[in-house]
T-cell receptor
Framework: AQKVTQAQTEISVVEKEDVTLDCVYETRDTTYYLFWYKQPPSGELVFLIRRNSFDEQNEISGRYSWNFQKSTSSFNFTITASQVVDSAVYFCALSDSNDMRFGAGTRLTVKP | DTGVSQDPRHKITKRGQNVTFRCDPISEHNRLYWYRQTLGQGPEFLTYFQNEAQLEKSRLLSDRFSAERPKGSFSTLEIQRTEQGDSAMYLC???????????FGPGTRLTVT
């Protein structure tokens, strides 16, 4: 069965703190893609990253970094030195031969 | 080209009315997807087109829902006899590669009163 679990429903941090958003997935396919999206209050889904199942290299983009570990079926997202503008709902998603499934999202609030 | 566009951005309708939404994908993208997102949830897959062919439909897409992509460009999603449970954000995405959903539209927010 295909499944994406974001166990953290809400996270609140103070500006400049680091924060990690967890994502655990299930799939029977060996070829799949993992995604992270940001959804600010305006509602639009903003693509952050796509990672294919054969590429376990961690990625860093500015203050954002992603840790993909197939051994634990996890694709975690870390924001370093968080800012108020990072406040949003963040979704992890899995795309395999069936369809694309999203997690329930983690609401991140960054307080000044 | 400025990305995926959707029209209208907001729609308020009374229960029992029909509504139609439009999605214009990025011009060279042959794949188009519809998703629905209810409050507090992640987007849920509704249907997928490759060119004009509708290749996948979710069980969420009841008989009251129909989607078309007549010329393999823009797509429409129609909901007949709307119900309050249809209130949601309807999202469209397009891509060149299957599952490479990097381009979502701004969504159409439907409110059924």
């Amino acid at each position: 069965a295909q499944k994406v679990t974001q166990a953290q429903t809400e996270i609140s941090v103070v500006e400049k703190e680091d924060v990690t958003l967890d994502c655990v997935y299930e799939t029977r396919d060996t070829t799949y893609y993992l995604f992270w999206y940001k959804q600010p209050p305006s509602g639009e889904l903003v693509f952050l990253i796509r990672r294919n199942s054969f590429d376990e290299q961690n990625e860093i983009s500015g203050r954002y970094s992603w840790n993909f570990q197939k051994s634990t079926s996890s694709f975690n997202f870390t924001i370093t030195a968080s800012q108020v503008v990072d406040s949003a709902v963040y979704f992890c998603a899995l795309s395999d031969s069936n369809d694309m499934r999203f997690g329930a999202g983690t609401r991140l609030t960054v307080k000044p | 080209d400025t990305g995926v566009s959707q029209d209208p951005r907001h729609k308020i309708t009374k229960r029992g009315q029909n509504v139609t939404f439009r999605c214009d994908p990025i011009s060279e993208h042959n794949r188009l997807y519809w998703y629905r997102q209810t409050l507090g949830q992640g987007p849920e897959f509704l249907t997928y087109f490759q060119n004009e062919a509708q290749l996948e439909k979710s069980r969420l897409l009841s008989d009251r829902f129909s989607a078309e992509r007549p010329k393999g460009s823009f797509s429409t999603l129609e909901i007949q006899r709307t119900e309050q449970g249809d209130s949601a954000m309807y999202l469209c995405a397009s891509s060149l590669e299957y599952g490479a959903l990097e381009n979502f539209g701004p969504g159409t927010r439907l409110t059924v009163t």
